[in-house]
């Protein structure tokens, strides 16, 4: 059975042979052949595979996203409502197949999700991955039939987006000296220069990539703080403009408090110009601009920003923050955009149209401000780091507890629950320096999180998720992709505390290097049986 659970599926005796090469397709539906046979023949490991070729319909009483797959004695077709729902389908059949031994059981499947939101985040800040990265998780999310894909393109410790008409957040902006290291019980700068950025034909490339598998992508620019890369290339749009370097290590602190002056036009001009250039590369109607975590020390002594608080009445640095983040959200509208604000960016006087996405579950007055945005008629869209941040080991964060995750929050009235858009996993790179480490991180997560956003939310068994889970690690292998083997059961209470103190002060990948130790265990002893 196929993760994401699919709504109803009967099954029947018989199966069929299948062409993965190829698919007849609707003259409506050719924009999805791309997304089709991408999904039909991934980890297939023969190009071509004589059999049924399956026919593609659409029909317009069914959502975008809807399907209805048959397949029997006569052969199989999929009737959809969108090119997304005939991605979707195409990778439920390459489910059934990877579960079916290579053929398709005879069935009725009838499927849609329950969440219209479901996105994924990769912080390529951090750590900047190749582009050819981004494609192969771009893969993964259309099999787990994700419709989102958040690149969180700008940070203290780095800007990855090509800008013409800014050409320093490139040269200056998009590499930093040194990264802070915990390996081996030791925290050290590593001293090598690290960077690089995607250039917009890459980005662009990857837009229509992305869409032709169901994934509309979200680019997000933070502001008005994790914006240090930006202004070691432009000083001048700081409240006190001494020359600042990238940083070289993570968290919230002295190099935090680095904001884009909230009183500068210039501030204002830089980002619109800049956010031209990136609704030029990106169309999706939705940009994030961040507004999490801005230590707002130097806006309390600016000048120029305790004018603007004067002059329009704010209360306080709070209330500047949203007069700030008011001017970008307008600017987007009024291009045809909508913004999305981290929730610690929710203020009494932000405009209601921006999107929330909530990610701090009890502290920053995170729950109260999402519930009243959410009951004030506002969308959201929920990311707990609890649960959804993938970038904390599987003791901290079980896979189990990834899986039991529902978007909800207490004092959200009933009435108001369809303002919650739908749920986005994240992963942060702070300690993510390669694939492999970011694939351990996020396989089998995304298949949990998949159920979470696509399915209706009773009680879905775990159980019953790690059995359909079995045949993906197969896959994960076929694909070379690296993944957590051992996080289906959650570690006793001593251990999972443990390994969450190790991995703040010792070593971030504790869980993968055992793993590796005992696959390299397992083989030795191999070797010897021999
Ligand atoms: C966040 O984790 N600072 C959004
Ligand atoms: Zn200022």
Not at 170 to 183: D, P, Q
Not at 199 to 211: G, S
């Amino acid at each position: 059975m196929p993760i994401p659970q699919v709504r109803s599926i009967k099954q029947y005796e018989g199966s069929l042979a299948v062409d993965r090469s190829s698919a007849r397709l609707d003259a409506l539906l050719e924009n999805a052949r791309e997304g089709v046979l991408a999904m039909l023949s991934l980890g297939e490991r023969r190009a071509a595979v004589n059999g049924t070729i399956i026919q593609f319909q659409l029909n317009q009483a069914l959502s975008e996203e809807q399907y209805i797959l048959s397949v029997g004695e006569g052969g199989a077709s999929v009737e959809t409502g969108g090119a997304a729902g005939a991605v979707y389908a195409a990778a439920t059949i390459s489910q059934l197949m990877l579960e079916n031994g290579g053929s398709l059981p005879y069935c009725l499947v009838e499927d849609e999700p329950t969440l219209q939101w479901r996105g994924f985040l990769i912080d390529v800040c951090r750590h900047f991955f190749p582009i050819e990265t981004l494609y192969r998780i771009v893969d993964l999310l259309a099999y787990y039939k994700y419709n989102r894909l958040h690149l969180h393109l700008s940070e203290d410790q780095g800007f990855r987006f090509e800008s013409e008409r800014f050409p320093l957040l490139n040269s200056i902006g998009s590499w930093r000296k040194s990264t802070l290291v915990i390996h081996n019980g030791v925290k050290r700068q590593d001293e090598q220069p690290h960077g690089g950025f995607y250039t917009k034909a890459e980005l662009k490339e990857l837009v229509r990539y992305a869409k032709a598998r169901g994934i509309e992508i979200v680019p997000e620019l933070d502001m008005p703080g994790h914006a240090l890369s930006i202004i070691a290339a432009y000083p001048k749009l700081a409240c006190f403009s001494e020359q600042v370097e990238l940083a070289t290590r993570f968290g919230v602190t002295d190099f935090s408090k680095k904001l884009f002056c909230a009183g500068n036009e210039e501030s204002y001009k830089f980002i619109f110009a800049l956010l031209d250039e990136i609704m030029e590369v990106f169309p999706f109607s939705y940009i994030h601009i961040g507004g999490d975590e801005a230590v707002k020390d130097d806006w309390k002594r600016c000048e120029r920003c305790q004018g603007v608080i004067r002059e329009h009445s704010l209360k306080n640095e709070r209330e500047l923050q949203g007069y700030f983040l008011n001017r970008v959200i307008d600017y987007l509208h009024e291009h045809g955009r909508r913004a999305i604000v981290w929730n610690d960016g929710l203020c009494n006087t932000l405009n209601q149209n921006a999107v929330s996405q909530h990610w701090t579950p009890w502290f920053l007055e995170g729950p109260r401000r999402t519930v009243r945005h959410i009951n004030n008629g506002g969308n959201a869209i929920f990311s707990p780091f609890t649960r959804l941040y993938y970038d904390y080991p599987y003791a901290m964060t079980p896979l189990k507890k990834t899986f039991r995750y529902r978007p909800m929050l207490p004092g959200v009235r009933k009435a108001n629950k369809k303002n919650i858009l739908g749920v986005e996993a994240a992963l942060w790179t702070e300690w993510v320096d390669s694939e492999e480490k970011l694939f351990f991180n996020i396989l089998p997560r995304l298949a949990a999180t998949a159920e979470t956003g696509w399915c209706k939310h009773g009680g879905a068994s775990y159980r019953g998720f790690l059995r359909r889970l079995k045949p993906h690690y197969g896959l994960y292998r076929i694909l070379r992709l690296p993944y957590a083997a051992h996080a289906e059961r959650t570690p006793p209470l001593w251990r999972r505390v443990k390994d969450t103190l190790l991995f703040a002060t010792k070593e971030t990948h504790i869980e993968l290097l055992r793993q590796k130790d005992s696959e390299h265990t397992t083989k030795q002893n191999g070797r010897r049986g021999d």
